[in-house]
């Protein structure tokens, strides 16, 4: 307060503008003008013509590209929109459980035991690898010749004879599985820190009151989660909604095409076919549902925590 | 009693915790498997006969899988990345935080607005800048587009407003400009601000997979994940080579990781509860 003061007096002795904070910010506005707001205007530029990347004249075509997107029949409309189911089934199968196990997790270690940093760092090691390395491993376990999924699965006596990476459905089973397995320990602490803010007096007079666990649970804990969780979920369905390095990596889109996620087409349209009119538009489509989503799931979830404080 | 049920419990959970990262376990053993010990049925945990045959053949530099050349690109890349969004980070957090100008509540918003661009949007067209710029197959390709984050700006900010405004004040009575009471009492104040945001930076770009795929194409200019990806994806697949090269991509940021683990965690958080 004491500095706003000086500072506008001073402002207004000098009577010229303060470059002052112009210099501080310059790199950032660089970086945001040409890597940010630029490419935001050139990519509905280029989805307004037929750019292809190879080819040096591109010429325009109006909402062209867009209306292709919308003709059933055309050269973009079967592979986009699969795509965009394919990216609905692995978000809706997804979102559920990235919501549900990490909060197990975080409340278990929410508890007071020993070893609990040693506990909390293994279930966030996987994400520290990278969808890289966790996909080429999972291929590896989960290879139906000689994978250590099905050997387990024989040894226990259940059929150990599932194509895990080729068959459907049982590769949304391994996407879902092996992007649950990597990225729990992300939303597991940042649920933790949630918890750890929830004062321990809450817990005390719920005790005194009688209440037992699960009471705790519905009526302490899950209040006190409820900012948090409107966050985790647009987090997760975003995150979920922008897959591509799983089924890159170790579905290659299949079988067939039944897993190439909508960013898995779009860049295979626009970074390998070079068609990127079309794939900029792609992106144009596939951003509008996001905000869509975005919007949807923030309004949802704030209206209902005003409907019931 | 008490006793029995707590040390079951305690049981319980290291047997979760094993389980959990024994696909880790297992990758880390096959790396010391033989080509033919990688693929046999059934599998085993102890690797018979035990070789370094694996990461031998994939860091010898006469072999078409210079992992150690990626490996070198990739330690390059993040490094420079995480110092960059590091500087400009706080560079523009500074400003936000502590001085008054017209125009501030306009870049604030820049800052928001920036946390709700998806970035497939920005693929294709950043894939021409950088083609325009000359920067196609250039390690700077993946060092500086993504440099100027939102969250850092945040992050930067928030430290920046935890640090008492009477230290200022006394540097500024004593004469000190702006430059040095950035540089000479808010940043080494907010040590742990930036190594928060340096060891995010640093992981997010060592892991990162879909831009370094597409705008890196010479074999010895790939970075870990796109040069691995490229392993898997050759005629006959080895997974002694493949898993060894998983743990040499893995082994430092579980490293980074193990030991500041704090620092990991606690910005994960923060972009939880600040958000």
Redesign the interface.
């Known amino acids: 307060m004491?500095?706003?003061a000086t500072?506008?007096s001073l402002?207004r002795k000098k009577k010229k503008?303060?470059i002052?904070?112009?210099i501080?910010?310059a790199?950032?506005?660089a970086?945001?003008s040409?890597?940010?707001a630029?490419?935001?205007g050139?990519?509905a530029w280029?989805s307004l013509h037929a750019w292809d990347?190879t080819l040096p004249r591109r010429p325009f075509v109006g909402l062209g590209n867009y209306e292709k997107l919308f003709t059933p029949g055309s050269t973009t409309f079967e592979p986009f929109w699969q795509s965009m189911v394919n990216t609905g089934i692995f978000t809706i199968a997804s979102t559920p459980l990235l919501l549900a196990i990490p909060l197990l997790v975080a409340m278990?270690m929410n508890q007071n035991?020993k070893g609990r940093?040693l506990?909390?760092?293994?279930?966030?090691?996987?994400y520290?690898?990278?969808?890289?390395?966790i996909t080429?491993?999972?291929?590896?376990?989960l290879d139906n010749?000689?994978?250590?999924m099905n050997?387990l699965l024989d040894l226990v006596g259940l059929p150990s004879d599932t194509a895990w990476l080729t068959s459907l459905p049982a590769v949304w089973v391994s996407l879902v599985g092996v992007t649950v397995?990597w990225t729990l320990g992300?939303n597991s602490?940042?649920y933790?820190?949630?918890l750890q803010?929830i004062p321990k007096e809450l817990y005390e007079a719920a005790t005194v009151d009688g209440a037992n666990g699960m009471q705790k649970f519905r009526h302490v804990t899950m209040p006190g989660l409820k900012p948090?969780f409107a966050?985790?979920t647009l987090?997760t369905l975003?995150a979920s909604a922008?897959m591509?390095?799983q089924s890159?990596?170790m579905t290659q889109g299949g079988p067939g095409t039944a897993t190439r996620t909508?960013?898995y087409q779009?860049?295979e349209t626009?970074?390998r076919n070079f068609k990127?009119g079309d794939?900029?538009a792609m992106?144009?489509v596939?951003?509008f549902f996001?905000?869509l989503l975005?919007t949807v799931v923030f309004f949802g979830l704030r209206e209902k925590k005003d409907a019931k404080s | 009693m008490k006793l029995t049920k707590s040390s079951l419990r305690y049981s319980l959970l290291i047997a979760l915790a094993l389980i959990y990262i024994s696909p880790i376990i297992f990758m880390l053993v096959t790396s010391f498997k033989t080509q033919s010990g990688a693929t046999s049925y059934p599998p085993t945990w102890i690797p018979d006969p035990f070789t370094t045959q694996a990461y031998e053949t994939i860091l010898n530099p006469a072999n078409d899988t210079p992992v150690f050349r990626w490996f070198l690109n990739s330690m390059f890349a993040a490094t420079m990345h995480a110092l960059l969004v590091v500087a400009i980070a706080s560079l523009a957090a500074y400003p936000l935080a502590r001085l008054k100008f017209k125009g501030k509540k306009l870049i604030q918003g820049l800052v928001v607005i920036t946390l709700l661009v998806p970035p497939v949007i920005l693929i294709i067209p950043s894939f021409n800048i950088v083609n325009d710029l000359g920067w196609l197959n250039n390690l700077i390709a993946i060092i500086v587009p993504t440099a100027a984050g939102a969250f850092g700006v945040f992050l930067m900010r928030q430290f920046f407003l935890s640090i008492p405004l009477e230290l200022e004040e006394a540097a500024r009575i004593d004469g000190a400009n702006r430059w040095q009471i950035f540089t000479k009492i808010v940043l080494p104040l907010s040590k742990p601000g930036m190594a928060t945001l340096g060891l995010l930076a640093f992981l997010s770009n060592w892991n990162d997979f879909l831009w370094p795929l597409f705008v890196l194409f010479d074999n010895s200019l790939k970075t870990l994940p796109a040069g691995l990806a490229n392993l898997q994806g050759s005629n006959a697949v080895r997974y002694d080579l493949l898993m060894a090269g998983a743990v040499v991509a893995s082994v430092p940021v579980l490293i980074l990781f193990f030991f500041l683990q704090r620092f990991v965690v606690e910005g994960v958080a923060r972009s939880g509860v600040k958000g």
């Open positions: 004491i500095e706003t500072q506008s402002a503008p303060d002052v904070p112009w501080f910010l790199p950032y506005l970086l945001f040409v890597f940010i630029y490419p935001i050139l990519g280029i990347f278990v035991f940093n506990f909390r760092a293994i279930y966030f090691a996987p520290v690898l990278g969808v890289a390395v080429i491993l999972w291929r590896y376990l010749n000689f994978g250590l050997y397995w992300f602490v940042i933790l820190a949630a803010d948090i966050y985790i987090l975003i922008n591509f390095g890159y990596l909508a960013i779009i860049t626009g970074l990127m794939a900029s992106s144009f596939l951003t996001l905000l975005s």
